[in-house]
């Protein structure tokens, strides 16, 4: 894939943003509101789902893996990079399926992302034991309200940006 120095350039700041908005999601602790390991409100989806939408599914991949291999790196947890590039990258797959024109809204496609199914696929992985998968329908519920969240935000940025021309036709 051969990138535009503008397009090399916005894939740059959009990883830029994932990483701060997943830095900043950490400072406001979910577990005080909902007390179950592992959920999060998945901020830095709202980019991913806009590079999805705004520049395609080659360029929101790279942003999704530079922002994982980053994050990583900055937090200096790399035993956490297979759980963050697992899911991600389950997730994008199912995304970029669901993002074609004719089959679910921003709204359907931030809910349906398979992000959790890659993590417990990451633990199974990880421990050699079957015994997340029992985690995955919590897991799983908890993700339609964070997905909605994400979408609804994905979706007024849509409308916020529509007018800039940075959107591409789909």
């Known amino acids: 894939m051969k990138l535009t120095t503008k397009q090399l350039t916005l894939c740059a700041v959009l990883t830029a943003m994932a990483l701060a908005l997943s830095y900043l999601e950490n400072l406001f602790p979910l577990s005080l509101a909902i007390p179950l390991p592992g959920i999060k409100l998945g901020l830095a989806n709202i980019v991913t789902v806009f590079a999805l939408y ?40 199912v995304m970029i399926l669901l993002s074609r024109p004719g089959q679910l809204s921003v709204y359907g496609v931030s809910i349906a992302a398979a992000h959790n199914c890659g ?9 050699w034991s079957t ?17 909605a969240v994400t979408g ?13 021309g940075v959107l591409r036709p789909r």
């Open 54 to 93: 705004a520049l395609g599914p080659g360029q929101a991949l790279l942003i999704l893996v530079g922002r994982c291999l980053l994050g990583a790196v900055f937090a200096g947890n790399m035993n956490a990079l297979i759980f963050s590039v697992l899911g991600g990258v389950s997730a994008m797959l």
């Open 152 to 164: 609804v935000a994905a979706a007024c940025l849509f409308r916020a940006l529509d007018h800039t």
């Open 131 to 147: 015994a997340p998968l029992a985690y995955l329908p919590v897991l799983l519920a908890a993700s339609l309200l964070t997905g």
């Open 119 to 127: 993590q417990i696929a990451a633990a199974v992985l990880t421990l």
